[in-house]
Every structure is written in C-alpha cells, then in structure tokens.
C-alpha cells in the first residue's frame, strides 16, 4: 500500500520561492500520476499541478502557471513542486495525491480531485511578510 509524506512546507515573504517533496513508500511512483492540491482556510481543496509518467507530461492550473514547476525523480520515488514568486493568495495546506495511470501514455490532467485514492497529510504553505 503506497503512503505519501510531504514536506517543504513554512513561512516565506512574497516575491520567495520554496520546494515541496511528495516521498512514496511502499510502492514504487512510476506507474503513478500524481497531483498536488491545496486547501486554503474555508475554501475548497484545489488542483495545482499534477505529473505523468515523466517530466514532459505535465499540467498546471492558471494561477500558478508560470510560476510553479513540477517534477519526479523516480529513482528517490519523490515528486517536487518548485514555487517561485510567491503570493500572499498561495497560502494554503498543499498535497499531494497519487492514482495509478492506465498506460504510461495517459495525461495526468484527465483525472479528477475523486479520483486520486492515496493522499499525503499535507504540509502548510504560509506567504506573508
């Protein structure tokens, strides 16, 4: 059973950068799509960005296209968000989710929040000055 642990989460001024890791264990991540969301106090839990069975088979959501970068290292069975020019709106609790694709062809982007079954604990994101 796939568990994942995020980290990288903290405190940064606007205008920063920070890296997010999503570590697998107990299963390998290859065969994996895996997304990041994030859930800001009393709102819904939203896509970010999600990575198919390899760094050329991404996808971002509008509000951090440009700014955040997604990618795998399959050999550490880690996922990293990258996020540069940080804004005070990209706080939030972020996560990371995996579901495992049909073929190494499937784009990540064709699944849905409901549809990723194994999730992390989440770790928080806080941009303020």
């Known amino acids: 059973q796939m568990q994942l642990v995020e980290s990288g989460g903290g405190l940064v001024q606007p205008g920063g950068s920070l890296r997010l890791s999503c570590a697998a264990s107990g299963s390998t991540v290859d065969y994996y799509a895996v997304g990041w969301f994030r859930q800001a106090p009393g709102k819904e839990r939203e896509g970010v960005s999600c990575?198919?069975?390899?760094?050329?088979?991404?996808f971002y959501e509008e509000p951090v296209k440009g700014r955040f970068t997604i990618s795998r290292d399959n050999a550490k069975n880690t996922v990293y968000l990258h996020m540069n020019s940080l804004k005070p709106e990209d706080t939030a609790v972020y996560y990371c989710a995996a579901i495992m694709l049909e073929s190494v062809l499937t784009y990540c982007a064709g699944y849905t929040k409901n549809q990723y079954d194994v999730w992390g604990q989440g770790t928080q994101v806080t941009v303020s000055s």
């Open positions: 990575i198919g069975n390899s760094n050329t088979s991404t």
